[in-house]
């Protein structure tokens, strides 16, 4: 089946700098994206979503851009802080659809 | 604290046996789905109740089985039990029927089959 994937496990920054962690889906049909957040232990937490109808959105101190032409989807994080390292998934569903999850990336931000 | 309660927080078991894993959703949410996450794979849907009655379904084994009740809370019954099923098992709720709405995830359950 179609599934959403990540390119970098891995992401290091220093504090301070702006992350961006991306994501590329292969469901043309997915119309609605969410970010989650997890820290160790705990469950995911939802950072901000984007319907296909957008192409940006904006949070507090994160953004999130659309790409449907090549089916990309990007987290950016401003003035990351420690409190920000965490696996972060992206997950798509496409109308009643089930989120379908990547397999996540680990920020690691160093002070 | 997303107002999705799982307990337990952990469970070891020995293999073969059969476990139940709880889920209380959000106060309002209808819906309740189930996820399986171990460690070399992401959160992998394993199936979802809307207001009593199942609704979809994933990667489910046979082996498992959910249910909702009038109260809304979940149940996950996880039986004859593998090495391979020791993972996290996280539950989320939403207030609609599909996932195309913001879901909050319970802390999980952290199951240990030895």
């Known amino acids: 089946g179609e599934s959403v994937g990540l390119h970098l496990p891995t992401l290091s920054v220093q504090e301070g700098d702006n992350s961006i962690i991306n994501c590329a889906y292969s469901?043309?049909?997915?119309?609605?994206f969410i970010w989650y957040k997890q820290e160790s232990g705990k469950g995911p937490q939802f950072i901000i979503d984007?319907?296909?109808?957008?192409d940006k959105r904006q949070g507090q101190r994160v953004t999130v851009l659309l790409n449907k032409t090549v089916k990309h989807l990007s987290l950016q994080i401003a003035a990351t802080q420690p409190g920000d390292s965490a696996v972060y998934f992206c997950?798509?569903?496409?109308?009643?659809?089930?989120?379908?999850f990547g397999k996540g990336t680990m920020l690691l931000v160093s002070p | 604290d997303s107002g999705v309660t799982q307990t337990p927080k952990h469970l070891i078991t020995a293999t073969g046996q059969r476990v139940t894993l709880r889920c209380s959703p959000r106060?309002?949410?209808?819906?309740v789905y189930w996820y399986q996450q171990s460690l070399d794979q992401g959160l992998q849907f394993l199936i979802q109740?809307?207001?009593?009655?199942?609704?979809a379904k994933g990667n489910i084994l046979e082996r498992f089985s959910a249910q909702q009740f009038p109260d809304l809370h979940s149940e996950l019954n996880l039986s004859s039990l593998e090495l391979g099923d020791s993972a996290l098992y996280f539950c989320?709720?939403?207030?609609?029927?599909?996932?195309?709405?913001?879901?909050?995830f319970g802390q999980g359950t952290r199951l240990t089959v030895v």
């Open positions: 989320a709720s939403s207030v609609s029927t599909g996932m195309n709405t913001e879901a909050f």
């Open positions: 469901n043309s049909a997915s119309d609605y």
């Open positions: 984007i319907r296909s109808n957008m």
């Open positions: 997950a798509e569903a496409s109308g009643y659809s089930t989120l379908t």
């Open positions: 106060s309002g949410d209808l819906s």
């Open positions: 109740y809307y207001n009593g009655e199942e609704r």
